[in-house]
């Protein structure tokens, strides 16, 4: 798996439940965010466990579509970073294209995409996007 710790590589301390993955850009990375986004929420459960059963999935789900829109709409490496807040769980997804992720019409009939953006906004409780030289940063929060 291409996922790694960032900084100093030690990991974080079980008080932060805090972690930082880097992707490479590849078709491959989206099933690994989704198994480093897994792996968080184990670690976190362990200590907090959701109100609901259903957090966990709505996490897993919104990591899953962040990490696939990268890979269709801003090629090339990405970072995706969980934390703990006091009331959910903080997602940032960093990728390499400085535009703005739009809304697209949903048409169920021609199979096409168009969802997942929708989907992110339905699940979040608060999503921004903050632009910089180097790309963008997608920041969500989720309820646990």
């Not at 897993?60 to 696939?68: G, K, N």
């Not at 801003?74 to 960093?94: E, K, N």
Request: glycine share 8%.
């Amino acid at each position: 798996m291409t996922t790694e710790p960032r900084g100093d590589e030690t990991p974080p301390s079980e008080e932060t439940y805090e972690r930082e993955f880097s992707f490479a850009g590849e078709l491959r990375n989206v099933t690994e965010a989704r198994l480093a986004a897994e792996d968080f929420l184990g670690a976190l459960a362990r200590v907090a466990p959701p109100g609901e059963h259903e957090y966990w999935d709505d996490i897993l789900l919104v990591v899953t579509e962040l990490a696939a829109n990268v890979i269709q709409y801003a090629p090339g490496p990405f970072d995706l970073r969980m934390r703990r807040t006091f009331d959910g769980v903080h997602v940032t997804m960093r990728d390499s294209s400085t535009t703005r992720p739009e809304p697209r019409p949903f048409h169920p009939r021609t199979g096409g995409g168009g969802i997942g953006w929708h989907l992110v906004h339905t699940l979040c409780s608060q999503v921004s996007v903050v632009v910089h030289d180097e790309g963008k940063d997608i920041h969500v929060f989720l309820p646990w």
